[in-house]
């Protein structure tokens, strides 16, 4: 069977601010599943990922609300929690989803860590911004009495800025393999993965870091062999120079087109496109097939050549 990685933006599952509570998320994990189990209904083995970011910036503002009351939570048991939340409600829509559909298929949840460098010179260098805005006094405060990086943030306050390094080794992949080849729709990876690092014995030890998801799931899909990777997204295909009056929505690129507009810049939103797109370049670098970018209302149709951006090889 063809087999894809279908990367799920954590964004996807809150429809605006009014509609963000967990069963808000899980009607809109409802609505992203009934579409996935169609393209398992068409033959597909399947790999599920999702991002977090919105998820785990409300287990940090609880905890921060919280403090002098409880103990505060730190960033990777954050990303724990929502790997088992996020995958919960996935897992168990699928498998309604597959129960009315006489689908024949177990699904499961895999709360992954990632390895990733503590060389890594994003670690000496946090730049992505988490939690609630601080006040000055505050902000340093915590940067000296808890070692947290702190930045302003465009003129609107101080806020904690943790770093994004590059996904290196997915701890749980010989389970993921093993679950995929078995038939089973595994559910991992969750927000990029927990970020861990290995000391000088090669123990692993969690660390506050933000990785970003679509590279991880990237990574996935070449260690499991995917045919395809499919980024699920907020727009039904990719523009070119977005956000201008030269925008231009795209059906079909090729690798090497994808590598000249991300090195012109300009053409992909480094806070929304740029990201995917890179992941896409490694997918392809490292092996994969073909790699498909739409929003999760059209991921059957989009498969099907109908809608989409699909990106190949030259």
Same mark, same amino acid.
């Given at each position: 069977?063809?087999?894809?990685?279908?990367?799920?933006?954590?964004?996807?599952?809150?429809?605006?601010?009014?509609?963000?509570?967990?069963?808000?998320?899980?009607?809109?994990?409802?609505?992203?599943?009934?579409?996935?189990?169609?393209?398992?209904?068409?033959?597909?083995?399947?790999?599920?990922?999702?991002?977090?970011?919105?998820?785990?910036?409300?287990?940090?503002?609880?905890?921060?609300?919280?403090?002098?009351?409880?103990?505060?939570?730190?960033?990777?048991?954050?990303?724990?929690?929502?790997?088992?939340?996020?995958?919960?409600?996935?897992?168990?829509?699928?498998?309604?989803?597959?129960?009315?559909?006489?689908?024949?298929?177990?699904?499961?949840?895999?709360?992954?860590?990632?390895?990733?460098?503590?060389?890594?010179?994003?670690?000496?260098?946090?730049?992505?911004?988490?939690?609630?805005?601080?006040?000055?006094?505050?902000?340093?405060?915590?940067?000296?009495?808890?070692?947290?990086?702190?930045?302003?943030?465009?003129?609107?306050?101080?806020?904690?800025?943790?770093?994004?390094?590059?996904?290196?080794?997915?701890?749980?992949?010989?389970?993921?393999?093993?679950?995929?080849?078995?038939? @089973? /729709?595994?559910?991992?990876? !969750? $927000? &990029?993965?927990?970020?861990?690092?290995?000391?000088?014995?090669?123990?692993? +030890?969690? #660390?506050?870091?933000?990785?970003?998801?679509?590279?991880?799931?990237?990574?996935?899909?070449?260690?499991?062999?995917?045919?395809?990777?499919?980024?699920?997204?907020?727009?039904?295909?990719?523009?070119?120079?977005?956000?201008?009056?030269?925008?231009?929505?795209?059906?079909?690129?090729?690798?090497?087109?994808?590598?000249?507009?991300?090195?012109?810049?300009?053409?992909?939103?480094?806070?929304?496109?740029?990201?995917?797109?890179?992941? @896409? /370049?490694?997918?392809?670098? !490292? $092996? &994969?097939?073909?790699?498909?970018?739409?929003?999760?209302?059209?991921?059957? +149709?989009? #498969?099907?050549?109908?809608?989409?951006?699909?990106?190949?090889?030259?």
């Amino acid at each position: 069977m063809p087999r894809v990685v279908i990367a799920i933006g954590g964004n996807s599952l809150i429809a605006d601010k009014d509609h963000q509570t967990v069963e808000d998320q899980y009607n809109a994990a409802a609505e992203t599943d009934q579409h996935i189990a169609q393209l398992v209904n068409d033959g597909w083995d399947v790999a599920i990922s999702h991002g977090n970011g919105p998820q785990v910036g409300f287990i940090m503002r609880r905890s921060e609300l919280a403090r002098g009351e409880l103990h505060e939570i730190p960033m990777d048991v954050a990303g724990a929690d929502t790997q088992g939340a996020i995958g919960y409600a996935l897992q168990q829509n699928l498998i309604n989803d597959f129960r009315a559909m006489g689908i024949q298929k177990p699904v499961v949840t895999v709360v992954t860590q990632v390895e990733v460098s503590a060389t890594d010179p994003a670690m000496l260098d946090p730049s992505k911004p988490i939690g609630t805005f601080l006040d000055e006094d505050e902000a340093k405060r915590r940067r000296e009495e808890e070692g947290w990086a702190i930045k302003e943030d465009a003129g609107r306050g101080w806020r904690r800025v943790v770093a994004s390094p590059q996904p290196q080794r997915i701890v749980e992949i010989d389970v993921i393999r093993q679950l995929i080849a078995s038939g @089973v /729709v595994v559910i991992c990876v !969750g $927000g &990029g993965g927990i970020p861990v690092v290995a000391d000088e014995s090669g123990d692993l +030890h969690g #660390v506050a870091a933000v990785i970003d998801k679509d590279l991880a799931s990237a990574l996935l899909a070449n260690l499991i062999d995917a045919d395809m990777l499919l980024i699920s997204t907020a727009v039904e295909k990719v523009a070119l120079n977005f956000g201008t009056p030269d925008q231009r929505w795209v059906d079909r690129l090729t690798l090497s087109e994808v590598k000249t507009y991300l090195e012109e810049g300009g053409h992909f939103g480094e806070g929304s496109m740029a990201p995917k797109m890179r992941a @896409v /370049v490694q997918f392809l670098e !490292g $092996g &994969g097939k073909e790699a498909l970018i739409t929003n999760p209302a059209n991921l059957e +149709h989009a #498969v099907a050549g109908a809608t989409g951006t699909r990106i190949v090889h030259d």
